[in-house]
């Protein structure tokens, strides 16, 4: 089973910021926090990742809770285009890579 | 530019013919998965492997095989093929160990009839 929970799906406004949560509360000390996102008919994209500070990059930034047990991603300023599934999860060197059906993410112009 | 690529992306068969869907990356990663994703579900991990001669079941791996003969390839084989095996087939890869960035190809979509 996935290590994460996430709501089914948010909404949005257009050019707005959004904050998608995820919670992990039997994260490990060696799990990384990878984000994903699946556009429609698309394969999964990466978005970002981070082991325990937060993390930019062009795409997105994520916000680690101190205790790691949960995490934001935050999409600055959201268009159209970010329309899409996103998925947290927990991958360290041991275990198999496991998605959860992620949080569907409707962006409303 | 470096990519992952499967065919074929469409294939329609009938039930209890094999069939096998390619799994082809230039990027010389060691860490290949094939995932499965039903209408409105999530991605389910069928196999992996994190190298040559290297492979490992994932959690839905009953009906499938992979086998990993060279670094760019993992084919994934349904030696018979069935109706619940109608499905989106994602292949990805990795260069670090199950922490890597992920790269996923654009799917092979599968009916079994």
Not at chain 1, 31 to 52: A, F
Not at chain 2, 11 to 21: A, D, N
Not at chain 2, 31 to 37: G, I, L, V
Request: one cysteine or more.
């Amino acid at each position: 089973d996935a290590k994460t929970t996430q709501p089914n799906s948010m909404e949005s406004n257009e050019e707005e910021p959004v904050h998608l949560p995820c919670n992990h509360s039997t994260i490990s000390g060696t799990d990384y926090i990878h984000w994903y996102r699946q556009l429609p008919s698309q394969g999964p994209e990466y978005v970002i990742h981070g082991l325990t500070s937060n993390v930019n990059n062009r795409m997105a930034s994520l916000a680690i809770a101190e205790d790691r047990k949960s995490s934001t991603l935050i999409l600055h300023r959201a268009t159209l285009r970010d329309a899409a599934v996103y998925y947290c999860i927990l991958l360290n060197r041991d275990d198999k890579i496991i998605f959860g059906k992620g949080t569907r993410l409707h962006i409303l112009p | 530019d470096a990519e992952i690529t499967q065919s074929p992306r469409h294939k329609i068969t009938e039930t209890g013919r094999q069939v096998t869907l390619a799994c082809h990356q230039t990027w010389n990663h060691n860490n290949m998965f094939w995932y499965r994703q039903d209408l409105g579900h999530g991605l389910r991990l069928i196999h992996y492997s994190y190298g040559v001669q290297d492979t490992n079941k994932g959690e839905v791996s009953d009906g499938y095989s992979v086998s990993r003969s060279n670094t760019e390839d993992l084919p994934l084989t349904l030696e018979s093929a069935a109706s619940s095996q109608t499905s989106v087939y994602f292949c990805a890869s990795s260069d670090i160990r199950n922490t890597g960035e992920l790269f996923f190809g654009e799917g092979s979509r599968l009916t079994v009839l």
